[in-house]
């Protein structure tokens, strides 16, 4: 009889495994940068995509990118997210970037760490040839920034399983995009992976902590309103761009 985590390994294998193949996210020869937070959902991007690595066919490589930010409360153990990309066999970088969230207070603190983040995300892999980033968003972040979108921006968008960038020749992909929270928070728990040392002092000012209420709610009136939602995006051809 199989164990609990094995059916659970099986269904995460899938899942991923379709996500690649739905949305044509891998191809031969492709050099994949991982953006690695040091949280659930990174780690478990990683650990795939580096089996996945092993297989023959597509043969692409992948490596990872820790950014840390300076001025934020917020911070995983470098020994940590080493020696778990060592035993993959991933080469892991580490940068250090900051920001002053008094120069556009216009922006929320939230907003400008993720951006300054993801700028050294960017210039990172432009400055040594990768074509891919690899992001781990999970079906609820997916489906979570619809909802915030269609309710505060007025338009049907989220962030696409694949997104070719119009100024650099790079292409974000969400392997995890099919894959929901509970199962990676499960997984986690079953795998060990280790929690970053302290949570960030932002992360409950936003309105996605709402909106993840409010999607949870919508999902008890509707066991299927994930799928109907993310047929919606699928079907406007919102999932790759």
């Not at 950014?67 to 970088?93: A, C, I, Q, T, W």
């Not at 556009?104 to 432009?126: G, I, M």
């Not at 980033?133 to 997916?142: E, N, S, T, V």
């Not at 928070?185 to 409950?204: A, D, G, W």
């Amino acid at each position: 009889m199989q164990t609990e985590y094995e059916i659970l390994s099986r269904k995460i294998g899938r899942h991923f495994q379709k996500a690649l193949t739905s949305y044509k996210l891998l191809e031969n020869g492709d050099k994949i940068l991982v953006g690695l937070s040091g949280g659930k959902d990174s780690l478990l991007l990683l650990e795939l995509l580096a089996k996945r690595s092993k297989i023959n066919f597509p043969k692409f490589t992948v490596e990872a990118l820790h950014v840390r930010m300076k001025n934020v409360n917020y911070e995983s153990d470098s020994s940590y997210l080493e020696k778990f990309s060592e035993d993959l066999g991933v080469k892991l970088h580490i940068k250090t970037t900051e920001f002053d969230s008094s120069t556009d207070k216009r922006k929320s603190p939230c907003f400008l760490c993720s951006w300054y983040r993801r700028k050294v995300l960017f210039n990172f892999a432009q400055e040594n040839s990768f074509n891919k980033i690899a992001l781990g968003h999970h079906q609820d972040d997916i489906i979570n920034t619809a909802l915030m979108n269609l309710t505060f921006q007025g338009h049907f968008s989220s962030m696409p399983a694949s997104l070719k960038m119009k100024k650099m020749p790079i292409t974000i992909i969400r392997p995890l995009c099919l894959i929901q929270e509970k199962d990676i928070k499960k997984f986690s728990e079953f795998s060990h992976y280790e929690k970053q040392i302290k949570l960030c002092p932002f992360e409950h000012d936003s309105h996605r902590e709402s909106i993840k209420e409010l999607f949870k709610s919508i999902e008890e009136m509707n066991p299927e309103a994930r799928y109907s939602i993310w047929h919606a995006l699928d079907s406007a051809n919102l999932l790759i761009e």
